[in-house]
Nanobody
Framework: QVQLVESGGGLVQPGESLRLSCAAS????????MRWYRQAPGTQREWVAT???????IYADSVKGRFTISRDNAKNTLYLQMFSLKPEDTAVYYC?????????WGQGTQVTVSS
């Protein structure tokens, strides 16, 4: 059974940092492309960042320079380090694993940026 479990969300003030984690089980983690998405209330889910199986990274313009995606294949874990958080970063953050036509989603973790 495939499981992706996000953690690390919470309430922070503008300018602060958070690190999200996504622990994977039931897949050969190292061969999957891993991605972070987010969904704010009343909006569509949007892509945030990707790290490929070869650890190439790509970012949405809205987070470029502030967020860093990384992976630890030995721990089957994906990370999203978020710096200089803004109120508009408030959303539920989801991780996704995909390879070919197969994809798996986590249940999400809430990030709230507010003073």
């Amino acid at each position: 059974q495939v499981q992706l479990v996000e953690s690390g969300g919470g309430l922070v003030q503008p300018g602060e940092s958070l690190r999200l984690s996504c622990a994977a089980s039931g897949i050969i983690f190292s061969v999957y492309n891993m991605r972070w998405y987010r969904q704010a209330p009343g909006t569509q889910r949007e892509w945030v960042a990707t790290i490929t199986d070869r650890s190439n990274t790509i970012y949405a313009d809205s987070v470029k320079g502030r967020f860093t995606i990384s992976r630890d294949n030995a721990k089957n874990t994906l990370y999203l380090q978020m710096f200089s958080l803004k109120p508009e970063d408030t959303a539920v953050y989801y991780c996704k694993a995909d390879i070919g036509l197969s994809e798996y989603w986590g249940q999400g973790t809430q990030v709230t940026v507010s003073s």
